[in-house]
Nanobody
């Protein structure tokens, strides 16, 4: 079965660091765009960071730029999010996503993980 499983969340103090991991099974995510999203209670899910397949280009939300780093290891089937200088406003459930549009013949594939909780205390 197709799965994305996140790990590495937890409770840290203001200014601390965490590294999130997301490992795929049931499919090969080479050439997929891989992303991290987060959702705080009562708020919309927002894009935090993404990394493309072939080129490895990255994009970040302005709120995390300079503090978070997304990376991928396709041999391990894993995408990471290194989070430094964490702030209480970073508290949310973090989700990984794999997405690719294979075109009109094969269609689009999009997968979500179950999420991992990140809590930053003040």
């Amino acid at each position: 079965q197709v799965q994305l499983v996140e790990s590495g969340g937890g409770l840290v103090h203001d200014g601390g660091s965490l590294r999130l991991s997301c490992t795929a099974s049931g499919f090969t995510f080479s050439n997929y765009v891989l992303s991290w999203y987060r959702q705080a209670p009562g708020k919309e899910r927002e894009l935090v960071a993404e990394i493309t397949g072939a080129g490895g280009r990255t994009n970040y939300a302005d709120s995390v730029k300079g503090r978070f780093t997304i990376s991928r290891d396709d041999a391990k089937g894993t995408v990471y999010l290194q989070m430094n200088s964490l702030k209480p406003e970073d508290t949310a459930v973090y989700y990984c996503n794999a997405d690719q549009d294979w075109g009109p013949l094969l269609g689009r594939r999009n997968y979500w993980g179950q999420g991992t909780q990140v809590t930053v205390s003040s």
